[in-house]
C-alpha cells in the first residue's frame, strides 16, 4: 500500500465530496488532523459534520476525493478493518451484558488474547474512565454519563490510532456534561490517541479541542486553535457562530499601510473607525466589521475637556437596555446614524480604566466603583483597532 511520506497525520481528507443525490452533503473538503490531536468538527445541524466523520470510520464512501489514515488510502477498507473506533450519541451498550462484558466484547470477537489477557485490557480501560469497580453491574444500573463511559471504554480497549466521537454528550444534562467535557480532555491527554469529535456547541469545541475546523453547507470555512477561530475569525459566519459579535456595515474611507479607516452607518453618518489593513481592500469598498461585545470598554461622563483618543476607536452614545447576567452585565448602546452596539462588562469591583478618557470636550470618568451602567446614560465606547476585525462583506 502506498504510504503518504511527507507527514505523519492520524487522519487526512484530500478533496472530498459526498453526494446523496443532489445534495453535497460534504464539499470538497481538505482536512488534515494530527497524531494525538484534539480535533473538533463544528457547526449547525446539516453542515455535514456527521458525514465527514462516517466516512473517516468507513460507514459511508466518498463520491469523490480521498480518505487517508495514519497515511494509508482507505477507500475500499471497512470499518472493522480500519485503525479507527466510533463512539456515538446513543451509547449501544448490550444491556444483558455485564459492563466488564460489553468492553470486552470487541476483543472477544477477534480473539485478541487468552480470557486472562482480554480481562486484564477491559478493567484496564474501565480504570481509564474511572469505572473500575463497576465492572460486574449491568448498563441499566448505571448513569447516563456512567454509560457514556463505559462506551468510551470499549470505544478505547482495542488503542485504535483514532477515536472518532459523534455528539457523545449530546444526551447529558448541561452541569454533567460540563464534568464530562473536562474528563474526555483528560482522558485524551493521557491516552494520547488523536480524537475526531463533532459538535454544534462551540462551547463544547473551544473548551476540548487543540484545533477546530469551523463547518457550514458542506464546507469547511476556517481550522484553527480555538484562540484563533475565537480572536481571528475569518469570514461573517465563524464570527458569527462562535461567540458574540457586532457586526457593522461601512465604507472604507481611507486606506493606510497599518490601518483601514471605515466610515459607518447611512451616508456615513458619523461613526469612523479603523481597522488593521486587508490584502485587497480599497478606498470605497464597502465591508462588514466585527467586534466582540467585550472588547469594547465603556466609561461615564463627568466632565468637559478634550485629549487625544490614544488611537482607540471611540464613540458617544447612550444606554437603551442593561441586561443583568450574573458574572456580567450586557448593554445594549444606540449610537448616532442608527448604529447600536451591544457591550459586556464584567461585574464586580474591576476598574475598567486606569485613566479617564475625553471625547468632544467633556470626560468620561473610569468606572472604578464596580457600579454598573444605567439605562439612558450617556456613555463613552472605546476599542482597539487591533480587535476590529473586518470581513470583506
Ligand atoms: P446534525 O448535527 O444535525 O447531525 P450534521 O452537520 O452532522 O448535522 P449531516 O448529518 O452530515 O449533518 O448531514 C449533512 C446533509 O446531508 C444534510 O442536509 C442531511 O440531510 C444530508 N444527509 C445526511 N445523510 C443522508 C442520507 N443518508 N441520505 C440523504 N441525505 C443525507
Same mark, same amino acid.
Given at each position: ?14 478533496? *472530498?465530496?459526498?453526494?446523496? @443525490?443532489?445534495?453535497?452533503?460534504? +464539499? ?25 466523520? $462516517? ?5 459511508? !464512501?466518498?463520491?469523490?476525493?480521498? /480518505? ?44 485478541? @488474547? ?6 486484564? $485490557?477491559?478493567? !484496564?480501560?474501565?480504570?481509564? *474512565? ?69 459538535? !454544534? +456547541? ?6 476540548? &479541542? +487543540? ?6 453547507? @458542506?464546507?469547511?470555512?476556517? =481550522? ?13 459566519? =465563524?464570527? +458569527?457562530?462562535? @461567540? ?8 472604507? %474611507?481611507? =486606506? ?5 479607516? /471605515? ?13 488593521? $489593513? ?6 470605497? &469598498?464597502? *465591508? ?7 472588547? /469594547?470598554?465603556?466609561?461615564?461622563? %463627568? ?10 476607536? #471611540?464613540?458617544?452614545? #447612550? /444606554? ?18 442608527? =448604529?447600536?452596539?451591544?457591550?459586556? $462588562? ?6 475598567? !480604566? ?19 451602567? *444605567? ?19
Amino acid at each position: 500500500m502506498q504510504v503518504k511520506e511527507q507527514d505523519r497525520n492520524a487522519v487526512e481528507l484530500s478533496s *472530498v465530496t459526498k453526494r446523496f @443525490g443532489d445534495v453535497a452533503a460534504v +464539499d470538497d473538503v481538505n482536512l488534515s488532523i494530527r497524531e494525538g490531536e484534539f480535533f473538533s468538527m463544528l457547526g449547525p445541524s446539516g453542515c455535514g459534520k456527521t458525514t465527514t466523520l $462516517r466516512m473517516i470510520a468507513g460507514f459511508e !464512501h466518498p463520491s469523490m476525493g480521498e /480518505i487517508y489514515i495514519e497515511g494509508v488510502p482507505v477507500a475500499g477498507v471497512p470499518p472493522f478493518r480500519r485503525n479507527v473506533n466510533t463512539v456515538f450519541q446513543s451509547y449501544a451498550l448490550f444491556p444483558h451484558m455485564s459492563v466488564a462484558e460489553n468492553v470486552a466484547f470487541g476483543l472477544q470477537a477477534t480473539h485478541a @488474547g487468552t480470557k486472562a489477557e482480554i480481562a486484564e $485490557r477491559a478493567q !484496564h480501560a474501565l480504570d481509564l *474512565v474511572r469505572l473500575g469497580n463497576y465492572g460486574k453491574r449491568r448498563p441499566r444500573q448505571m448513569s447516563g454519563g456512567q454509560q457514556q463511559r463505559v462506551a468510551l471504554a470499549r470505544a478505547l480497549v482495542n488503542r485504535p490510532a483514532v477515536l472518532l466521537l459523534d455528539e457523545p454528550l449530546g444526551a447529558l444534562d448541561l452541569k454533567l456534561r460540563k464534568e464530562m467535557q473536562l474528563e474526555l480532555k483528560n482522558l485524551q491527554t493521557q491516552v494520547g490517541i488523536t480524537f475526531v469529535y463533532v459538535t !454544534h +456547541d462551540q462551547e463544547e469545541a473551544l473548551t476540548m &479541542s +487543540d484545533r477546530i475546523a469551523v463547518m457550514s453547507g @458542506g464546507k469547511v470555512l476556517q =481550522v484553527g486553535s480555538p484562540a484563533e477561530i475565537y480572536e481571528r475569525p475569518n469570514c461573517r459566519f =465563524v464570527a +458569527d457562530f462562535i @461567540g458574540q459579535s457586532n457586526f457593522l456595515q461601512g465604507q472604507v %474611507a481611507e =486606506v493606510g499601510p497599518e490601518l483601514v479607516t /471605515i466610515t459607518i452607518g447611512e451616508n456615513g453618518s458619523g461613526l469612523t473607525v479603523r481597522s488593521p $489593513r486587508l490584502d485587497g481592500v480599497q478606498t470605497g &469598498s464597502a *465591508v462588514t466589521l466585527a467586534v466582540r461585545p467585550e472588547k /469594547i470598554n465603556l466609561s461615564r461622563i %463627568a466632565d468637559a475637556h478634550e485629549t487625544s483618543s490614544n488611537g482607540l476607536n #471611540r464613540a458617544v452614545g #447612550r /444606554i437603551k437596555q442593561a441586561i443583568y447576567m450574573g458574572t456580567a452585565t450586557q448593554y445594549l448602546v444606540d449610537l448616532p446614524g442608527a =448604529v447600536s452596539l451591544t457591550v459586556e $462588562r464584567q461585574n464586580g469591583g474591576n476598574a475598567q !480604566h486606569d485613566t479617564p478618557s475625553y471625547k468632544d470636550g467633556r470626560l468620561f470618568a473610569p468606572n472604578t466603583d464596580g457600579g454598573r451602567f *444605567v439605562e439612558h446614560e450617556e456613555v463613552l465606547l472605546e476599542w482597539s483597532p487591533a480587535v476590529t476585525l473586518l470581513l470583506e462583506k
